[in-house]
């Protein structure tokens, strides 16, 4: 209420990550943190385009259909260019990939920093004209000792990312990040304008009893996928089967699978061989997140994080989520022809 005493110790993310460094005694530059930085105030920036188009939305069904298709088709466009303008004034970054290019950016010598970005701008874009939640994904790798910045520095395991996180825009914007030591939520606070640290150390349930697929591609999945999902919508009694939440947004069912805990799946199939979601910029940094906070995230037969991309733009098969949940798919895996 009103009448509460303000908190007047706030921690916002730039403190955390700051007294982070200063607890681990880490030699850190500060690099890192001004890079985070600039991706807050492009999440800030992107956050209040996505409310504004929300606010067209509103006017375009009053009649203006037109403007509000192309303030939609907008969107994703503008926060891969807010990205990668602010990405660069940085001058903390090297190599940029984003979803929405088809090249990586090598950034110029002016403005060249020592780490590379990997981010999908707006993850989620079919759920954009139903204000639906969608969101920011983005990984970070330091550039490898020798090198100037080039696409190997990005061409690299997900287990050797620096920090990873996503924010979400919904009802508030959310930001999520871990940087090596465990996972942290933050959640926009608009009248100051700072991410605080509401969700410290977010630690996934061993596990759950939500399971999050496009069940719609049922026809095409492989054995495995449908004898797990088989196994838990008709376990043995005593057992309940589990609630199906699929929202559509990787973002929005991560975010969910790590608070509540459960399973997310995007598998390959008969139709899509690699499955959809990017392994770049969609997969490595969910499945960092993931074992952060001390899940598991895997192709069904191998961990994510351990892939060797040999393009930016490739796909992979993803199952992340509570431990023991991951785990019995994975044996379905083993165990089925
Ligand atoms: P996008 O990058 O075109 O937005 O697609 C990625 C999205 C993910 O957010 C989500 O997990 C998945 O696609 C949903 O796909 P589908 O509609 O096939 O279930
Ligand atoms: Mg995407």
Redesign the pocket.
């Known amino acids: 209420t009103s009448e509460e005493t303000p908190n007047v110790d706030l921690i916002t993310l730039t403190r955390h990550v700051l007294s982070d460094q200063l607890r681990l005694g880490s030699t850190a530059t500060g690099d890192l943190t001004l890079l985070l930085t600039a991706i807050q105030v492009t999440s800030k920036f992107i956050a209040t385009n996505v409310r504004k188009a929300r606010l067209i939305n509103l006017v375009g069904l009053a009649g203006e259909t037109n403007v509000q298709g192309e303030e939609q088709k907008k969107l994703d466009v503008l926060s891969n260019d807010i990205m990668v303008n602010a990405l660069r004034a940085s001058g903390k970054t090297a190599v940029l990939v984003s979803?929405e290019l088809d090249d990586a950016i090598i950034i110029e010598d002016g403005y060249k920093g020592k780490y590379c970005v990997v981010f999908?701008p707006?993850?989620?874009?079919?759920n954009i004209d139903a204000g639906v939640n969608i969101g920011t994904i983005f990984g970070i790798y330091r550039v490898r000792p020798d090198s100037t910045g080039t696409i190997e520095d990005v061409l690299r395991p997900g287990s050797e990312m620096v920090a990873a996180g996503y924010t979400m825009y919904g009802s508030s914007a959310n930001l999520v990040l871990s940087t090596g030591s465990g996972v942290n939520g933050y959640t926009l606070d608009a009248s100051l304008g700072e991410f605080i640290l509401t969700h410290p150390n977010i630690t996934i349930p061993s596990r759950g009893k939500i399971y999050s697929f496009?069940e719609?591609?049922a026809m095409y999945f492989h054995p495995p996928v449908t004898a797990y999902l088989k196994s838990i919508k008709f376990p043995a009694p005593p057992k309940s089967p589990y609630s199906a939440r699929?929202i559509?947004?990787?973002?929005a069912?991560v975010h969910r699978t790590l608070l509540y805990g459960g399973i997310f799946g995007?598998p390959n199939d008969k139709k899509s061989k690699s499955g959809?979601?990017?392994l770049l910029y969609?997969a490595f940094p969910m499945a960092y997140l993931t074992e952060q906070a001390g899940g598991i995230a895997t192709t069904g037969t191998k961990r994510i994080l351990d892939i060797v991309p040999t393009s930016i733009h490739e796909r992979c098969p993803v199952f992340l989520g509570s431990k023991d949940d991951v785990q019995d798919l994975m044996k379905f895996y083993k165990e089925t022809p």
């Open positions: 979803e999908d707006l993850d989620g874009s079919s496009n719609g591609n699929y559509g947004s990787m973002v069912d995007y959809k979601l990017r969609e």
